[in-house]
């Protein structure tokens, strides 16, 4: 996903960001959200709905340090509820069988029982992003203190082993069909973003001559931020152990109640440095993002000229609206498969 950063030499620019979605590509413009999937006779399917930010100028959403941690829930619940579209608009919500539950949770809830499963769908998401990058990293901070390790270490020691769990797991679902196929939309977003910027005509072409890496996306935000993790627990646990005496390596419920207290600060500072490195262009910065960048290798793939076109038209209509021709009963646009050239 492309996190949306404004830049004074961008103000000229719409600021786009974007997310893979099931066969397609989620486009955000500041005042629009737009998504296109391809179905399986070829056409592609375009919704566009209107976007209200809440960062309005002057409001404390908008403090540097807040407004990261203020995105990044903002992102996940978007997130969310792009990928829900998209799979309701690609067919595959109609062609799976509910399950008990849900039957049972229709019936009961009507219509408001979606919004219930993509609450639960959520909250599955924390509590498996808990465990995975919270809950393990820290088990052996009590035996490395014990051990005589320093605090340092064994943040250095937890932060690696949550850099590694991240890394594994991109791996690991890039080898899944489906994933891959993500991954390659995940590359057509960001290469029709880059045509944007670039102010060239949205066309395949075009795009294709761009890399699939882009220093706004939020792989390059995830491991920033757990960099950047590393370095700030490392301080506020020895801050604490100065003062009070307490260690909070050596006791694993208070040590873990306060990572998940300071995730919106350690998200502020992941967000504020890559607001900082995104447009920035000097050898230092981009030595600073070169990490980032090389993680989305695992999480892109060269999409098709196919793909490409259902990224642009995503775009178009973020920008300037859904295009004309015929609508389906839902209100999405129909932009028929294009007839082979000699047709």
Known sequence: MLTSIDTKAEARRPDIGGQAVLDGVMMKAPDAIAVAVRRENGDILVKREPYVSPFKKGSWLTWPFVRGSVNMVMMMKLGMKVLQDAARMTGALESEKPSKFEEWLSNKLGKGADKVMMGLAMALAMALSVALFVLLPNLPARAMRDAGWSLIAVNLVSGAIRIVILMSYLYLVGLMPDMR?????????????????????LTPENAQRFTTLHPRCGTSFLLLTFILSILFYSVVDQVIFNLTGFDLAANYPVRVLSRLLLLPIVAGLGYEALKGLAHANNALTRALRWPGMQLQRLTTRPPTDEMLEVSIAALEAALNGLPEGETTPEGYVILPKAAPQGA
């Not at 993500?182 to 102010?199: D, L, S, W």
Request: aromatic share 14%; proline share 5%; charged share 20%.
């Open 181 to 201: 196929r993500t991954f390659q939309y995940h590359g057509a977003e960001h290469k029709a973003v880059y045509a944007h910027e670039a102010q060239l005509p």
